[in-house]
């Protein structure tokens, strides 16, 4: 068995390349319908045939090899530089034929760059569709290198690629001899100097090494010298030689097509999606949809979820009910029912939410919408500073901002990249779902107006509110960043697509499984450090409550009403007096005029990290503090009978709006600084972040709480 080789998936934006990927490896890349789904690379193991095993190395599409912008630099690097661990020994350039002349020029690069190619060609069927015919052994003449039709949607030609792959490296097939346009012609002598300064070969690499020479990691400061150098006494024009580059790259792809490529009547072709589109992407029309659609997104995801999370809700409160009835009574079976039990049950109840969330999500990714509502936002987003763009990372913050802002690395105006990173933290991520659903079914009433019901217009309301923050944050920030860069908007419409609905499947319940995973240790851990903080407090503070108590229960009779509310009262007295008691007592003084109360307190202290962690710390508390007959009342009911001492309700309309509020705009999330941090490359940003959500949110919490109140 040999060691593994290293093999390169690139092309084209939504090309196909991930959906190869899986094939091969069996692993379950994120594909999706529009470009720039990738955008950091990834590896993964495929056996190609018998004691051949390979490295396959999925990366982000690329327009041309002159990166614009951060996805493109990740594939970039490792094409060009030539000693990583990632280096390919074979490269599997993956093109769609639907858009065969575009794709070419990326082909001619890679295959000048002298690194053994195949060019796995994809959307045959779409070709087809749009009545082009392609003579697939011209384009292996013409190209030199191997050209294989597949269709990784439908797992189709993936043995046949196999096959070739595997004789490419049995019999050591090498480059074409000649490079597919005359590149030493276009700076000769700074071309010589690179290679000999450098272990590059071929002369289109070494054309890239000089273009880009400040920019690349492995040149050293050596080799630079003698580089700029050259290009100096030379009088390299790099713009120049470029567009010389692609012109004279492209005359000879004009040729090649003339003679592969057979076009019917391609006037008379009017794709499915171009009619579709007519109406989608319409000045009046594509708007009122957009808003439609987006409409039934939150409404559904309200009321899609509402039953299954009765069940759990109900699930929950049953077991453990019956667990504290059938359990000896002891310590550990409270730590286990409110501790553990009430951690879980406080999450779990948002698994069909999350679900559901990603799912829809995943059918506008898929279906090629998504692509849609960048074209049509594009206007609005430039006006505040941002860019079509930025749409796709602010939609999928609905779901997590840190893929999110991962996302951003499509956008190359580095302003408007930066832009986005900040804003897109406002958008309400799933893990503000919880709250917004308790707080919504504690406050809000249960009214219908025809189909709407206030509960989900009120959701969708904070949604919207996220995006329109966003959109307003941006506008302010356009004032401040300071960086000049011209701003574009070029983006491919991908044609539609029906949703596969295995994707879909796998998505949710991926998703779910690391929601559970994720925030379910966090939670757990939270939880019963919680329960130890919320049962156990200082000598000299408990011991007086016990004094205080025990004797007033020992005096009346077991069963009865007033016994119960002693009871109660004692539960609550603990709590209040243990160290968890005192961390939030200490600090409502300072969230008292937001309208909340020192358990409320504890959970904004647990959930500064993550804000999954709020209904879980609630959770907690209130099985702590409440007194034990009642552990089979859901959490909510628990909530809602609430008091301050005084004897008025806690979760008043003012206070739920409040809190929603608060949770909507704080930057309550570790992973997302971190990842802000590394996309940034500055802890300047997440901490401006940190700052003036926190700020934001603050205030807009102690206005709407006055107003309500
Ligand atoms: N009709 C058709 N669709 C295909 C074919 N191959 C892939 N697709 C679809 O094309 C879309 C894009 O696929 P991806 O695998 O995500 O493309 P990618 O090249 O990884 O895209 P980026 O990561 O954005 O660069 C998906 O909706 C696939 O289902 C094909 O041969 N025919
Ligand atoms: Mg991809």
Not at 21 to 49: E, H, R, S, Y
Not at 646 to 661: E, I, N, Q
Request: hydrophobic share 45%.
């Amino acid at each position: 068995m040999q060691a593994p080789i290293n093999i390169a998936l690139v092309g084209n934006p939504n090309s196909g390349k991930s959906s190869l990927f899986n094939a091969l490896t069996g692993l379950n890349q994120k594909v999706g319908n529009f470009p720039g789904v990738t955008v950091d690379k990834k590896t993964g193991t495929a056996q190609i045939a018998a004691g051949v095993t390979a490295n396959i190395i999925d990366l982000p599409g690329t327009y041309s090899l002159y990166p614009k912008s951060a996805d493109e630099y990740v594939t970039y690097d490792v094409l060009i530089n030539q000693n990583t661990s990632d280096t390919p020994r074979l490269i599997i350039i993956v093109a769609d034929a639907s858009n065969l002349k575009r794709n070419l020029l990326f082909c001619s690069q890679i295959i000048d760059l002298k690194i053994p190619v195949i060019i796995g060609l994809t959307m045959m069927d779409i070709a087809r569709k749009k009545g082009v015919e392609i003579d697939l052994d011209g384009l292996e003449r013409e190209l030199g290198v191997p050209v294989v039709a597949i269709n990784p949607r439908k797992n189709k030609g993936v043995a046949e690629i196999k096959k070739v792959i595997d004789l490419a490296l049995r019999s050591h097939y090498s480059t074409p001899p000649r490079d597919f346009i005359n590149n030493s012609a276009l700076a000769k002598e700074v071309i010589e100097e690179v290679k000999k300064v450098t272990a590059c070969k071929s002369d289109y690499g070494a054309l890239h090494i000089a273009v880009n020479v400040d920019e690349l990691s492995f040149i050293n400061a050596g080799q630079r010298l003698a580089i700029k150098n050259a290009q100096e006494t030379y009088a390299f024009n790099k713009t120049k030689i470029q567009a010389e580059e692609i012109m004279q790259r492209y005359a000879r792809i004009k040729h090649i097509m003339k003679a592969t490529a057979v076009e019917n009547d391609p006037l008379q072709k009017q794709l499915r999606s171009e009619k579709i589109d007519d109406l989608l992407l319409h000045r009046f029309w594509g708007y009122a949809i957009l808003l439609a659609v987006m409409f039934l997104l939150f409404q559904s995801i309200f009321w899609l979820a509402s039953y299954p999370m009765d069940w759990i809700e109900g699930g929950f409160g049953a077991l453990s009910g019956w667990l504290s009835s059938t359990l000896p009574d002891n310590k550990v079976t409270d730590f286990f029912i409110n501790g553990i039990l009430a951690g879980i049950s406080g999450f779990a109840v948002f698994i069909p939410q999350i679900m559901i969330l990603f799912g829809l999500i995943t059918i506008l990714e898929d279906t090629g919408y998504m692509a849609r509502i960048s074209f049509l936002t594009d206007r609005l987003m430039r006006q505040v500073g941002l860019n079509g763009k930025s749409v796709m990372p602010l939609i999928s913050g609905v779901a997590c901002a840190v893929p999110a802002i991962m996302a951003t690395r499509t956008i190359e105006n580095k302003k408007e990249r930066l832009i986005t990173i900040m804003v897109t933290p406002l958008m309400s991520c799933s893990a503000r779902l919880p709250i917004y659903t308790m707080m919504i079914a504690l406050v809000i009433p249960d009214k219908r107006f025809g189909i709407l019901g206030l509960q989900g217009l009120v959701m969708m309301g904070l949604y919207l509110l996220g995006f329109f923050m966003a959109i307003f944050i941006a506008a302010v920030m356009k004032l401040f960043v300071r960086i000049k860069e011209k701003s574009y908007f070029i983006m491919e419409l991908p044609v539609y697509r029906s949703p596969r609905w295995a994707n879909v499947g796998t998505t949710m319940v991926e998703k779910a499984k690391i929601f559970v995973k994720d925030a379910g240790k966090v939670i757990v851990v939270i939880s019963v450090i919680l329960w130890f903080l919320a049962s156990y407090g200082p000598a000299s503070r408990m011991q007086p409550v016990h004094q205080k108590y025990e004797p007033l229960i020992a005096k009346v009779a077991p069963e009865s009403r007033e016994a119960a509310v002693l009871n109660k009262e004692f539960q609550s007295a603990k709590l209040s007096n243990s160290y968890a008691g005192m961390l939030g007592h200490a600090i409502e003084p300072a969230i008292r005029p937001l309208g909340f109360d020192w358990k409320i307190g504890i959970a904004l202290i647990t959930s500064f990290a993550a804000r999954e962690v709020f209904v879980g710390t609630m959770a907690t508390l209130y099985s702590v503090g409440e007194d034990p007959d009642n552990n089979n009342a859901t959490l909510r009911e628990k909530l809602s009978s609430a008091a301050w001492p005084d004897g008025r309700p806690v979760y008043t309309l003012a206070a739920g709006l409040s809190l929603m509020l608060f949770y909507a705009f704080a930057m309550q999330c570790m992973s997302t600084m971190a990842i802000v941090k590394r996309e940034t490359k500055s802890w300047k940003y997440p901490a401006i972040q940190l700052v003036y959500m926190t700020t934001l949110a603050y205030i807009c919490s102690l206005i709407v709480f006055n107003i309500f109140k």
